[in-house]
């Protein structure tokens, strides 16, 4: 897997990209985004596979909110566990944070073995 965001692949690839990190014996996680309030830049069903070293494909969001899953992976993966991340803001906050849309996005991230 390497470094870098690919919000064109789909989500065959990028859990095709899923099993074979997983065949190399690198430890991973799944991001799916599970529901979404407004606009969003990716849908419902949109998937980013994150292994433990940080390295990541495919695409939940986007901007900070990608960068805050990929840190939350971390955690993800050394404990086991499970969990699922909330991101929310009013358009109003979103302009003032130069986010491009407003209202909210929930992203569930499990560990791969």
């Known amino acids: 897997m390497s470094v870098h965001k690919a ?3 789909n989500s065959t690839e990028v859990r095709g990209t899923a099993l074979a990190s997983l065949e190399a ?4 996680a799944l991001a799916t985004v599970v529901a979404t309030g407004g ?3 990716r849908p419902v069903g949109s998937n980013l596979v994150i292994a433990a070293d940080g390295a990541f494909v495919g695409s939940v969001s986007g901007g900070c909110v990608e960068n805050a899953v990929v840190s939350a992976v971390q955690d993800v993966i050394a404990s086991g566990v499970s969990k699922i991340l909330d991101f929310g803001y009013t358009d109003a906050d979103a302009w003032d944070v130069g986010l491009a849309c407003g209202r909210s996005i929930q992203v569930f991230v499990e560990p791969v073995e």
């Open 7 to 9: 919000a064109g692949l």
């Open 25 to 28: 014996g690198r430890k991973i």
């Open 39 to 41: 606009s969003s830049p």
